[in-house]
């Protein structure tokens, strides 16, 4: 198995997170089948492309679609002209779209706060977040995520999206580092 050296423990193997995204998929497919309404995930770059990517193709609901958002990770600090740092906005309206935000990890909480601050402005129909990772420890946004895939310590994650300067997101399981 393809280990880089920095990584010093594998927390979560392929298997436990393809389990688990199984079973949020099966959990946002009962809670949404039949409502009408087209279902908007919305994917956080870059770090929660791997999470959606595999939920998505767990979700059986006809009306989904995928959308993309990147902001700053400076979270919600306003810009000096007072707006909040979207670096890529949705392509279309989530406007009355069922509207799940799909992140690889709850922190401080400070970008999922901000993210959900600048979507319920959209009037969607509803929105809630999905992060495959909580780190609840490290909290200081006030931020409850709907569908949490693992509560994990605090410890420095990489692999599956999750990134460290950049590297190791191709990883397929989740790893800690030594920083
Ligand atoms: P926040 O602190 O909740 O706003 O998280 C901001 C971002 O920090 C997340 O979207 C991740 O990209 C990144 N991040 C937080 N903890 C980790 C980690 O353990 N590994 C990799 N990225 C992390
Ligand atoms: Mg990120």
């Given at each position: 198995m393809y280990i880089p050296e920095e990584i010093i423990k594998i927390l979560l193997t392929e298997e436990q997170i393809r389990q688990r995204v199984a079973g949020l998929g099966a959990q946002i497919t009962a809670e949404y089948k039949g409502t009408g309404r087209p279902l908007l995930l919305v994917g956080i770059?870059?770090?929660?492309?791997?999470?959606?990517?595999?939920?998505?193709?767990?979700?059986?609901?006809?009306?989904?679609?995928?959308?993309?958002?990147?902001?700053?990770?400076?979270?919600?600090?306003?810009?000096?002209?007072?707006?909040?740092?979207?670096?890529?906005?949705?392509?279309?309206?989530?406007?009355?779209?069922?509207?799940?935000?799909?992140e690889d990890i709850a922190d401080t909480g400070v970008t999922l706060a901000c993210l959900k601050k600048m979507l319920s402005a959209r009037n969607p129909a509803s929105l809630k977040v999905c992060c495959l990772l909580d780190k609840p420890s490290r909290r200081e946004a006030e931020l409850n995520a709907d569908y949490i895939g693992f509560t994990i310590p605090d410890e420095f994650v990489v692999g599956y999206g999750l990134d460290y300067a950049q590297k190791y997101r191709h990883l397929p399981y989740i790893g800690v580092i030594s920083l």
């Open positions: 770059l870059r770090g929660g492309i791997v999470f959606l990517s595999d939920l998505m193709r767990r979700i059986e609901i006809d009306t989904l679609k995928v959308d993309f958002m990147a902001v700053s990770s400076y979270g919600c600090t306003a810009s000096s002209s007072g707006e909040p740092r979207i670096l890529k906005d949705l392509d279309e309206s989530a406007e009355g779209c069922d509207v799940i935000v799909v």
